[in-house]
C-alpha cells in the first residue's frame, strides 16, 4: 500500500511539474485586449485526474497555481484564483465523470461537461473578477463575456479535450510500462485492450486542435 502511495505521489509531482513546465514554455495569445493567452498546462492536469480521480486533478491544480502565483504570474491571487477555478472546473469534472464510467464513452462525455462548466463557470467569474484585477469597470467588462470570454474559454476546452484524448492513452500505457500506474481494474468490451490507441480518436483530436488552431490564427490576424 506505502509502495502504491509513493508512486502515485511521485507521478502527480511528475505531472505537477510538466504541468508548470508547459505553462512557462508555451503561451499562445489569442486575444490581445483583454490578455488572453493559451496554456496547455490542463491537458496534464487532467490526464492526472484521468489517471487517479478528481480530487488528484484538483490537488495537482492547487500546486500549480500556487508555484505560478509566487514565480511569475502578474495577477497575484486573483490570478491564482482564476487558475484553479478555470482548471477545476474542466478537469475535475471531466475526471469525476470518467471515473464512474471508466470507457471511451466515459472519457468523451466527460471532456465535453468539462467544456460546458469550463465556459459557464468562467462566465460568471469573469465578470465578477475581471473588473477588480484589470481595473476595467464591470460594465465594460460585461459586452465581453459573448464576444471575448466565450469563445476563448470553448476554444480553450475543446483544445485540451482534444489534447487529451490524443496523449492521454500512449502516457498512461508509458507509465503502466515503467511501473507508475497500475493496470485498470475496469475489463469491458471498451477497454478490453488497454494498449491499443485508436485512429479514428487521433484523427478526430488532430481534426480538432488544427481546426482550432486555424481559428486563433483568424482572431490574432495571422491567416
Same mark, same amino acid.
Given at each position: 500500500?506505502?509502495?502504491n502511495?509513493? *508512486?502515485?505521489m511521485?507521478?502527480l509531482a %511528475?505531472i505537477?511539474?510538466?504541468?508548470?513546465?508547459?505553462?512557462?514554455?508555451?503561451?499562445?495569445?489569442?486575444?490581445a485586449? !483583454?490578455?488572453?493567452?493559451?496554456?496547455?498546462?490542463?491537458?496534464?492536469?487532467?490526464?492526472?485526474?484521468? %489517471?487517479?480521480?478528481?480530487v488528484?486533478?484538483?490537488?495537482?491544480?492547487?500546486?500549480? $497555481?500556487?508555484?505560478e %502565483?509566487?514565480?511569475?504570474?502578474?495577477?497575484?491571487?486573483? /490570478?491564482?484564483?482564476?487558475? =484553479?477555478?478555470s482548471?477545476? $472546473?474542466?478537469?475535475?469534472m #471531466?475526471?469525476y465523470?470518467?471515473? *464512474?464510467?471508466?470507457?471511451?464513452?466515459g #472519457?468523451?462525455?466527460?471532456?465535453?461537461?468539462?467544456i460546458v462548466?469550463?465556459?459557464i463557470?468562467?462566465?460568471?467569474?469573469?465578470y465578477?473578477?475581471?473588473?477588480?484585477? %484589470?481595473?476595467?469597470?464591470?460594465?465594460?467588462?460585461?459586452?465581453?463575456?459573448p464576444?471575448?470570454? =466565450?469563445p476563448?474559454? =470553448?476554444?480553450?476546452g475543446v483544445?485540451? #479535450?482534444?489534447f487529451v484524448?490524443? =496523449?492521454?492513452? !500512449?502516457?498512461?500505457?508509458?507509465?503502466?510500462?515503467? /511501473?507508475?500506474?497500475a493496470? $485498470?481494474? #475496469?475489463?469491458?468490451?471498451?477497454?478490453a485492450?488497454?494498449?491499443?490507441?485508436? !485512429?479514428?480518436?487521433?484523427?478526430?483530436s488532430?481534426a480538432? @486542435?488544427?481546426?482550432c488552431?486555424? @481559428?486563433?490564427?483568424?482572431?490574432?490576424?495571422? @491567416?
Amino acid at each position: 500500500m506505502r509502495n502504491n502511495t509513493t *508512486k502515485t505521489m511521485v507521478t502527480l509531482a %511528475m505531472i505537477a511539474a510538466l504541468a508548470y513546465l508547459l505553462m512557462l514554455v508555451i503561451r499562445i495569445p489569442v486575444f490581445a485586449m !483583454p490578455p488572453l493567452k493559451y496554456e496547455p498546462k490542463d491537458v496534464a492536469i487532467t490526464i492526472a485526474g484521468f %489517471m487517479f480521480g478528481p480530487v488528484s486533478a484538483f490537488l495537482v491544480s492547487l500546486v500549480v $497555481s500556487l508555484v505560478e %502565483m509566487v514565480t511569475v504570474s502578474e495577477t497575484g491571487w486573483i /490570478g491564482a484564483v482564476m487558475n =484553479l477555478v478555470s482548471t477545476c $472546473s474542466f478537469a475535475c469534472m #471531466a475526471a469525476y465523470i470518467y471515473k *464512474k464510467n471508466h470507457t471511451l464513452k466515459g #472519457a468523451v462525455i466527460g471532456l465535453v461537461c468539462g467544456i460546458v462548466s469550463m465556459v459557464i463557470v468562467m462566465l460568471l467569474w469573469n465578470y465578477i473578477l475581471t473588473p477588480i484585477y %484589470m481595473g476595467y469597470p464591470r460594465e465594460a467588462v460585461a459586452p465581453m463575456l459573448p464576444t471575448v470570454f =466565450l469563445p476563448f474559454n =470553448l476554444l480553450k476546452g475543446v483544445l485540451n #479535450a482534444a489534447f487529451v484524448m490524443l =496523449l492521454y492513452k !500512449p502516457l498512461v500505457i508509458t507509465l503502466r510500462k515503467a /511501473g507508475l500506474v497500475a493496470p $485498470s481494474a #475496469a475489463v469491458t468490451k471498451e477497454n478490453a485492450a488497454p494498449h491499443k490507441i485508436r !485512429p479514428g480518436v487521433v484523427l478526430i483530436s488532430a481534426a480538432l @486542435i488544427i481546426t482550432c488552431i486555424l @481559428i486563433i490564427l483568424a482572431l490574432t490576424g495571422k @491567416i
